[in-house]
């Protein structure tokens, strides 16, 4: 079955970097995304990755993905208080829909 | 280029009435995705819909939902006799179309529409 799991919650220092987590199920998957909700808002794309690749890297994200474990990470390098919001794993499942992890709210404190 | 527009942002609703919820695609954009989330959780596919027609429909309940995507105007989810389990946001998507699997084909969210039902 497909299953996106994310832990919930991560805290860190301004400046330092993030890591937010995520394994999923579905091996078949070809696309990994990471989304960023703020509050009250919708979801915004910050980044994807294909299935071939093992890293990929987009100004200050960097993402890795094992897929011998089935294990997706997201890196914020010096993090700024406006990265404070939920992040959402998701898996891309049958005719393009997205299966989501239950997100991680990351808060950034001086 | 407008993106998603999903109308109204804010719904309260009583026990019992109906709730329609309006999603306009981004221009050129011919398939459309509904999720729901729940407080403190994720996004829930709920619904796949091309123009007038349902696709995929496996993460809606089977009773009191219903969407529809009219080969004019938006595409509408209606909850009929809401609940108080109803309450959530639900959030429709974008694309141009469903892709292949080694085809990146980018889903754009709109804002969401809150229903609280009272």
């Known amino acids: 079955g497909e299953d996106v799991e994310q832990s919930l919650f991560l805290s860190v220092r301004e400046g330092d970097s993030s890591v937010i987590n995520c394994t999923y199920t579905?091996?078949?998957?070809?696309?990994l995304y990471w989304y960023k909700q703020e509050p009250g808002a919708g979801l915004q794309l910050l980044t994807y990755i294909f299935s071939n690749m093992d890293m990929k890297q987009d100004q200050r994200l960097t993402v890795l993905l094992n897929k011998k474990d089935k294990h997706l990470s997201l890196r914020i390098a010096d993090t700024q208080t406006g990265d404070s919001a939920i992040y959402f794993c998701?898996?891309?499942?049958?005719?393009?829909?997205?299966?989501f992890g239950a997100g991680t709210r990351l808060a950034v404190h001086p | 280029n407008a993106g998603v527009m999903q109308n109204p942002r804010h719904l309260v609703r009583r026990r019992g009435q109906e709730a329609r919820l309006r999603c306009s695609p981004m221009k050129g954009h011919s398939h459309v995705y509904w999720y729901r989330q729940l407080p403190e959780e994720g996004l829930k596919f709920m619904v796949y819909?091309?123009?007038?027609?349902?696709?995929?429909e496996s993460g809606m309940p089977k009773e009191r939902f219903s969407a529809e995507f009219p080969k004019e105007g938006p595409s509408i989810l209606r909850i009929q006799q809401v609940v108080r389990g109803d309450s959530a946001a639900y959030f429709c998507?974008?694309?141009?179309?469903?892709?292949?699997?080694?085809?990146?084909?980018?889903?754009?969210f709109g804002q969401g529409t809150r229903l609280t039902v009272v």
């Open positions: 998507a974008s694309s141009r179309g469903a892709g292949d699997r080694t085809l990146n084909t980018e889903a754009f």
């Open positions: 819909l091309q123009k007038e027609n349902i696709i995929d």
């Open positions: 579905d091996s078949s998957s070809t696309y």
């Open positions: 998701a898996e891309r499942g049958s005719y393009n829909k997205l299966i």
